[in-house]
């Protein structure tokens, strides 16, 4: 059985912290900047696009399509069999890695560009993971 | 660095490659620099500078008794001796040392001693936005741009496949490579599967070895007994720690800005280049290698290697010692590329390669994350 204990769990920084609040609150917070309106993800309190510091914390839509990933067959102990290991295409441009979840962990049903939706899973007292999982699904 | 004002006079692996539990990493550092410095004809207190990853410079010049004027401990993975070479040239052009020795030495397979590169902490950013989707290192991120880059290309698994079958003639070539038995693209194709789509033959080797070059001024390639091996065009870069943030995952942005830096310092076209080191970690890394660095057009990689041209007898040689594939592959694999160029150079390789004028060797380091290019010619390039 999956023991989630087994998880590399995220440790926040002050300049991750609106992140990780985030997603215990079942948001998923990304970073605008105001002077180039660049979105840009893994946070950081300035834009890494123009430099400017001028830049606010918003909610992203959560919608997502299947940019790349693999299914890992080597065991862990926090997973079930073998998984998916992806990076996603949020909607608002940036990049993330995650698990798709809620479907068969095969080839056939990880289409690339398939539309996914965020959905946040409470892994410990303190930290909620993000997951995606097609769109449409049950949650 | 001015083309051809520098040489690389010493090279050498440790004396066994694969297995070595006899000796610590500290120790296989230490024995590639006795092999490189017998190659060189010089001893330990000729040695002024010192560069080397996975041991810190301290740890390696106080073992060996080196009191060096200058040190290098540039740790970017596996191409990390690559940028070694490159600065070891700038520092010796700008006087701040004369014989620089270069080492690598890791006990990826036995563990015996092991230090040195490993991941950050859970609050780095890798720590907090990759590794908590059960990532187990490079199995599970080095591969994870492929599937994407299949879709853009229309490059094939059998395609895939196919960089072990061609790697595999060249390590049946080799007898010191690990696998030297000849494969198919059935056999690599049905073999387990690690993270589809790669199977285990796609999946670098994982030993114990280590290697060292010496590394002086051209103008004094006459006091060495080595036909010298000159330094054309060098280049680095970096471009993140996270393979998730890749900027485009059908192509190295370090691996272009790495090669073009180093095409452009040696001035020479791709049809004078006569052998190619491509660091293998896994076997999509030759389809970027080749593309990334204009030998192929984006998405022509896959039928080139295919269609045998970078096997023996084909136009042009790729990873002619087998590679991380099937040669060895301790981690961080660079070392063993440049040592594959450096013989090749010298007409002293095992799958010698007719008239090896050129050779463009090209490092990769961390998932993507880092790039090194080493340009290395005879004396009739100059």
Known sequence: ?139 | MKRGSIAIVGAAETTELGRIPGLSQLQLHADAALNGMRDAGISMADIDGVACAGESPTSVAHYLGIQPNWVDSTSVGGCSFMLHVRHAAAAINDGLCNTVLITHGESGRSNVGRSGFRGGGAATLPGQFEAPFGGMGPTTSFTLPFLRYMKETGTTLEQLAMVVVSQRLWAGLNPRATLQEPTTVDEVMNDRMIAYPFTKPECCLVTDGGGALIVVAADRVADFPQSPVYLLGTGESVETPMISQMADFTSSRAFKIASANAFAEAGIQHSEVDHVMIYDAFAHLPFYGLEDMGFCKPGEAGPYIAEGNTSPGGELPVNTNGGGLSYMHSGMYGMYALQESVRQIRGSAAAQVDAADISVCHGVGGMFAASGTIIMGTQETL
């Not at chain 1, 289409?111 to 949650?139: H, N, T």
Request: hydrophobic content about 35%.
């Open chain 1, 1 to 139: 059985m999956a023991d989630l204990s087994k998880l590399s769990l995220p440790v926040a920084t002050p300049e991750t912290q609106h992140f990780w609040e985030g997603t215990q609150e079942g948001e998923l917070r990304l970073q605008k900047c105001l002077s180039c309106s660049g979105t840009y993800f893994p946070p950081r309190p300035f834009c890494p696009t123009c430099s400017s510091q001028d830049v606010e914390v918003f909610t992203a839509s959560g919608r997502a399509t299947l940019y790349s990933y693999i299914i890992n067959h080597r065991p862990h102990p926090a997973f079930d069999g073998p998984y998916s290991i992806a990076v996603v295409e949020l909607e608002e441009g940036p990049r993330m890695m995650t698990n798709i979840i809620n479907t068969p962990q095969q080839p056939e049903n990880l289409l690339l560009d398939m539309p996914l939706q965020v959905v946040f899973r409470k892994v410990s007292e303190a930290v909620a993971l993000p997951y995606f999982q097609p769109a449409g699904s049950a949650i």
